[in-house]
């Protein structure tokens, strides 16, 4: 089993249409967790932390349950610019280190 | 303020040759990490540095060296090049281990 599972993909939508992507981790001890985008071979980029009272920026409200191990991401009014690979990302306690546990990310297409 | 910043972009080895990929950061993060992208493996901890003069291993460190002199260079050493390192190489920093990270734009390495 996967440490970090996400929704599989691809998700193709018309623009204005809300999506919620859904996550799920593995790791009880997992210390943080954020949604990132990546767009087409370039690097994560953070959209936003993830906490238990919930979390909105401006289109984007991400919630965490930890007593499900359960992270989603809600994108409401899709923007054409919205289309990227969204990536469940929770950190872990790695020896010394915190070790980034990234999801298989869920394609986002949004259309005209 | 660049954040963080990789170079190069792009890079061919020989199997056999050995190279070093830069990182620099500017926001006087203390923690740095290295991670390769694979298709369909998502990304990997390579080796990770928690301040100057610490470094750790990650999950797949067999082949690479690093290094932490300063606390804004980060620099991954690749020994001994071989086919099987070939990869986009991410490197980045946060404040601390459990902070989000922010990623450099990547390095493209082919080895033939």
């Known amino acids: 089993r996967k440490e970090v599972e996400q929704d599989p993909g691809p998700f193709n939508v018309p623009e204005g249409a809300t999506v919620a992507f859904n996550c799920t981790y593995s790791n009880s001890a997992s210390q943080s967790f954020f949604w990132y985008r990546q767009d087409c071979r370039k690097e994560p980029k953070l959209l936003m932390s993830v906490y238990s009272s919930g979390n909105e920026d401006g289109r984007f409200t991400a919630q965490l349950n930890r007593a499900s191990q359960y992270i989603s991401l809600l994108i409401r009014d899709s923007k054409l610019s919205d289309s990227a690979t969204y990536l469940c990302v929770v950190i872990a306690l790695y020896n010394q280190g915190g070790k980034l546990i990234f999801g298989q990310g869920t394609e986002l297409s949004v259309k005209p | 303020n660049a954040g963080v910043t990789q170079t190069p972009k792009f890079q061919v080895l020989k199997t056999g040759q050995s190279m070093t990929l830069q990182c620099a950061q500017d926001m006087n993060h203390e923690y740095m990490s290295w991670y390769r992208q694979d298709p369909g493996m998502g990304l990997r901890l390579i080796h990770y540095s928690v301040g100057a003069g610490i470094t750790d291993q990650g999950e797949v460190p067999n082949g690479y060296n690093v290094s932490r002199s300063t606390t804004e260079d980060f620099p991954l050493r690749l020994l001994s090049a071989a086919p099987s390192q070939t990869s986009v190489y991410f490197c980045?920093?946060?404040?601390?281990?459990?902070?989000?990270?922010?990623f450099g734009p990547g390095t493209r390495l082919t080895v033939t």
């Open positions: 980045a920093s946060s404040r601390d281990r459990v902070s989000e990270q922010y």
